[in-house]
Structures are given as C-alpha cells and as structure tokens.
C-alpha cells in the first residue's frame, strides 16, 4: 500500500491560481496511474484529472480542461495538479488517489482507484 499526503490547498479569489501536491511514501508511484478527484459540500466525489505512469498521458474532465494541469516528478514520488483561473465552483476538497494495477490505462472513475489521501481543501471565493 502507499500513503499519500495532499497539501497545497488554501482560500484564494476568483482568477488566482494554486499547486497542489500529492506525496507517497511506502512505495514508488512511477508504477501507478494518479488521479486527482473533488469533492464538493453535498455533491459526490468527481474526477478532475488524472496521469499515466511515465507521465505522457493526462486526462482531464471537461470542467477544468484548459485550466488545470497534472504532471509528476517521479523522482520525488510527488504528483502535482496545477490549477490556474479558479472559479467559486472550483471550491471542493481535492484527493489524489492511485490505481493499483501496474497496466492499463488512464481511468477516470473513482471506483478504478485503490488508495487514497485524506485530501486538502481549495475554497475559491471574493
């Protein structure tokens, strides 16, 4: 199993931007897809971006494509999700997760993903 930890979350205004991180320890994500879901206040958990294991391969739900970026240093053992442009509905708590096969390809539903983190909260508000 591998732990991961989410942190780079914080209150910000409309239009700004923030880097969240997400670091394993316990075993090395290169061998794993990493996705990063939301959770906002009544609404359930939805997919927001996900990475392939060597990082050539992103996918992104159409509501943040052209504003978020997922990328990953394998090296540190982190994954990052860049989010630029913040809108109010943005507002969610924010989990990494990781699918534990080591193939096939990118997912994006949560059921795919095995292991998750505790997850960090972006308020995006004026």
């Known amino acids: 199993q591998v732990q991961l930890v989410e942190s780079g979350g914080g209150l910000v205004q409309p239009g700004d931007s923030l880097r969240l991180s997400c670091a394993a320890s316990?075993?090395?994500?290169?061998?794993?897809?990493v996705g990063w879901f939301r959770q906002a206040p009544g609404k359930e958990r939805e997919f927001a971006a996900a990475i392939s294991r060597s990082g050539g391969s992103t996918s992104y739900a159409d509501s943040v494509k052209g504003r978020f970026t997922i990328s990953r240093d394998n090296a540190k053992n982190t994954v990052f999700l860049q989010m630029n442009s913040l809108k109010p509905e943005d507002t969610a708590v924010y989990y990494c997760?990781?699918?534990?096969?080591?193939?096939?390809?990118?997912?994006?539903?949560?059921?795919?993903?095995?292991?998750w983190g505790q997850g960090t909260q972006v308020t995006v508000s004026s």
């Open positions: 997760a990781v699918d534990s096969s080591i193939t096939g390809p990118v997912q994006d539903a949560a059921r795919e993903y095995d292991w």
């Open positions: 316990g075993r090395t994500l290169r061998n794993y897809v």
